[in-house]
């Protein structure tokens, strides 16, 4: 079984950036990307990458963040630019077979793995 060992969150003031990590220990998934959870939200899927280099962005954030992956070592990272208040929430790395509709309300229903999650916090 695969874990997902996420690092990077932290605080920051609005219009900063952060880069948030996720190494996959075990095998390496197809697909590896991150949700976040904002306060009194449900989780939701921002960015996810699969091994051949395919990227989907949820609206919310695409043009501000993107998502690189180290092939050879398996891990994902998550570049966010820009950042707002209403970023504030808590990031989780995760993985699945399929990238197929990440960004789709209750995906993460159907997200098989997951991270422990990490706290990104944005001051204004």
């Known amino acids: 079984q695969v874990q997902l060992v996420e690092s990077g969150g932290g605080s920051v003031q609005a219009g900063g950036s952060l880069t948030l990590s996720c190494r996959p220990s075990?095998?390496?998934?197809?697909?590896m990307g991150w949700f976040r959870q904002r306060p009194g939200k449900e989780r939701e899927g921002i960015a996810a990458m699969d091994v051949e280099g395919g990227t989907t962005y949820a609206a919310s954030v695409k043009g501000r963040v993107n998502i690189s992956r180290d092939r050879a070592k398996g891990t994902v990272s998550l570049q966010m630019n820009n950042l707002k208040p209403e970023d504030t929430a808590t990031y989780y790395c995760?993985?699945?077979?399929?990238?197929?509709?990440?960004?789709?309300?209750?995906?993460?229903?159907?997200?098989?793995?997951w991270g422990q999650g990490t706290l990104v916090t944005v001051s204004s």
């Open positions: 075990g095998y390496i998934p197809h697909c």
């Open positions: 995760a993985a699945d077979s399929s990238c197929g509709s990440w960004p789709a309300p209750d995906r993460y229903k159907f997200t098989r793995l």
